[in-house]
């Protein structure tokens, strides 16, 4: 079965097009992936819950973050964190 895909590649001249596919589908997470030197630390310290069997709600939201994604300008627009941060630089 593998002998006759590999001699239909061939013949259809499609072997190093499958090649080159296959080389890709491999290089490609690397070539994106790299840069990342740094180990990733938390930025917020693990939540532990306080009140063990006391009837907390398991599902009760838990703030990660006192920064909020989006804030609001001296002069009234909304803006990305990132773009307000970079700006006052």
Known sequence: MLRDLYRDLRDRRLLPVVIALAVAIVAVPFLLGGGGSD???PSAPAVTSEAG???ADPLSPVV???????ATTASGSTSSRAAILSSSR
Do not use: C, R, Y
């Open 53 to 55: 069997a006391g009837g």
């Open 39 to 41: 180990p990733v630390s």
């Open 64 to 70: 990660l973050a006192d920064v909020p994604a989006f």
